[in-house]
């Protein structure tokens, strides 16, 4: 998305009140692909909010998650008329360092599930996990005492969880 932003905010600074047709149309086709990026980037966040909390409290949680998706989004879109009006193409150079900023802040804060079923995503942030539905390997690690019991029975008698660091 930073990509985009950048290359629109080029495209606009060599074109924009030009009558450059190829210009203005890689702008266009830039605004487009821009779109496409962001719904391939945005719409798996819903779907993430959705899974990341525990179930006792996930309906206040996607609510809490749809109010500050749209309190940014107003944030942005409400003084950007008038900052396109008056800043013109850097507005997209801004976005694009928003964009940038709010990417490092993802990828050092916000925990990968990948291939993590809903149920174990909690031991992600140190809850303890009743069902565990994946094998070791995902950073799950499962301890179990076994007790035998006469006529060679065995019986589990406590499951420690841990994870990998």
């Known amino acids: 998305m930073a990509v985009c932003l950048l290359l629109e905010g080029v495209l606009q ?9 190829a210009g203005l149309a890689g702008c266009v086709a830039v605004i487009y692909v821009y779109i496409v990026v962001f719904q ?14 525990p179930t006792n409290i996930r309906g206040r949680g996607i609510g809490l998650g749809f109010f500050s998706y749209f309190v940014g989004a107003i ?13 013109k193409y850097n507005m997209y150079f801004l976005y694009m360092g928003l964009c940038v900023i709010s990417t490092v802040i993802v990828y050092f804060y916000i925990p990968e599930t990948k291939r993590i079923p809903v149920e174990e995503i909690g031991a992600l942030f140190g809850d303890e996990v009743v069902v565990h539905l994946t094998e070791d390997g995902h950073g799950i690690i499962e301890e179990q005492i076994e007790i035998k019991l006469a006529g060679g029975d065995v019986h589990v008698a406590e499951v420690h969880h ?3 660091a």
Request: charged share 20%.
């Open 162 to 164: 841990a994870e990998k």
């Open 40 to 53: 391939c980037v945005d719409g798996p966040a819903f779907i993430w909010m959705s899974e990341i909390f």
């Open 13 to 21: 600074s060599q074109y924009l009140g030009t009558d450059h047709k």
């Open 75 to 87: 944030t942005y879109t409400t003084p950007s008329a008038l900052a396109f009006k008056n800043i």
